[in-house]
Nanobody
């Protein structure tokens, strides 16, 4: 099995930046897809960003496009999310996930995820 560990969350003021990291326990694990998802209190889970390993193709949710950037370091099997111009609406628990086989599902479909991290909290104050 593969364990995912998120880090980099914290409390920032609106307009600030954070960089989240998600490290996989096995560097030999090559996922088909890795992504970031978030859940805010009283809100449904939202797909934030994702990247397909084979092509490098990236996808973003409408609310974060232009502000967030997803990337992956294949050397250490670590996923990153650079978050800029943070807004109070970005406050949520952020989870990373890895998919071994998408089985034709959309990048935003959480049922495609094989492994989940425990999450890291991001709080943005106004």
């Amino acid at each position: 099995q593969v364990q995912l560990l998120e880090s980099g969350g914290g409390s920032v003021q609106a307009g600030g930046s954070l960089r989240l990291s998600c490290a996989a326990s096995r560097r030999s694990y090559v996922p088909t897809f890795m992504g970031w998802f978030r859940r805010a209190p009283g809100k449904e889970r939202e797909a934030v960003a994702g990247i397909y390993s084979n092509t490098g193709t990236k996808a973003y949710g409408d609310s974060v496009r232009g502000r967030f950037t997803i990337s992956r370091d294949t050397t250490n099997n670590t996923l990153y999310l650079e978050m800029n111009n943070l807004k109070p609406e970005d406050t949520a628990m952020y989870y990373c996930g890895a998919s071994s086989d998408m089985n034709g599902r959309s990048w935003s479909d959480t049922t495609a995820i094989s492994y989940w991290g425990q999450g890291t909290q991001v709080t943005v104050s106004s």
